[in-house]
């Protein structure tokens, strides 16, 4: 069952030149320590950061609320899993309001594909539950 979808399109240049304009209280203010190390180890550092940043926008949107209602850039975590696909860890209030929109008897499942080709970054969440084990 299809709990939400959520996509987002983001412009790199515009992260590069808002990391440029602010640097390190921005990358701070929105991004996880883990998604920093990441992005800062890539030869794409701005790309990837667009990539998390349209993310973190489009799991926001699949759970109804945008950024209100307690939900914050940093409680969404891009990380990718063993295989290397991307997913999303949340915290604080977006956990808290993927828990509400969960039915009872069913754990939530959150997919994530994230791509960039210059211009743009995008990212397609879909949030779906299923049967619990």
Request: aromatic share 6%.
């Amino acid at each position: 069952m299809i709990l939400g979808i959520g996509s987002d399109l983001i412009d790199i240049e515009r992260i590069g030149k808002t990391i440029e304009r602010f640097g390190a209280r921005f990358i701070q203010r929105i991004y996880t320590p883990t998604e920093i190390a990441r992005a800062d180890r890539r030869a794409d550092r701005v790309a990837t950061y667009a990539k998390r940043y349209a993310a973190k926008e489009a799991c926001a949107k699949a759970l109804g609320t945008g950024f209100r209602k307690g939900v914050f850039w940093r409680d969404l975590g891009v990380v990718n899993l063993p295989g290397g696909r991307p997913s999303l860890v949340l915290t604080g209030g977006a956990k808290a309001r993927l828990e509400a929109i969960t039915p009872p008897g069913m754990v939530a499942r959150i997919d994530l594909t994230i791509a960039d080709e210059e211009p743009i970054a995008q990212a397609v969440v879909i949030i779906s539950a299923e049967p619990a084990a």
